[in-house]
């Protein structure tokens, strides 16, 4: 078994999506009490508009608190899962590496496609911070893995690969 030697958690963390999902919520919320204490949404129908407007901000708003990102990285290779999207961790081995960077993104590669990125060639997952692991397989896939603590998963990359 490969003795562990770099292990982070991260969650989603794009605080001015959480802030947005947050106040449509309490303004949804505040407004469909008030149409309801006034009998405005009895008699307009707005009354199960509103409820499946209210319960689907709450849920994309726990959603978006819930996710979160394991990294594990040894001697054996790369482990990632992503939940809720992935019930097992996905695996990649040294030997599938060609190779790999500790690379920063530009502040626009957040901006677009919520921070999930799929391309011709590269998968990327980026849970709040711009900088992280690229790997480049030799199949041709490329996938980007964000890291909050580069200074640590650098210091463990050169010891794993220094010893080989």
Known sequence: MAKLKFKETQRYRHWEVIAL??????????????????????????????????????????????????????????????????????????EEVENFEIIELPEQAALSGWSVQYGSRTRGWNMGKNRGLRLDLRNGERYFLSIENLDDLENILDEIFERK
């Open 21 to 94: 999902l947050a106040i449509l919520t309490l303004g949804t919320a505040i407004r469909l009490v008030v149409t309801t204490v006034s009998g405005e949404a009895a008699a307009n129908g707005n009354l199960i508009l509103g409820i499946f407007l209210l319960a689907s901000l709450v849920l994309t708003l726990a959603y978006f608190l819930k996710v979160r990102m394991k990294v594990k990285v040894d001697t054996k290779g790369v482990k990632y899962s992503i939940y809720p999207w992935q019930k097992s961790k996905q695996k990649i081995k040294w």
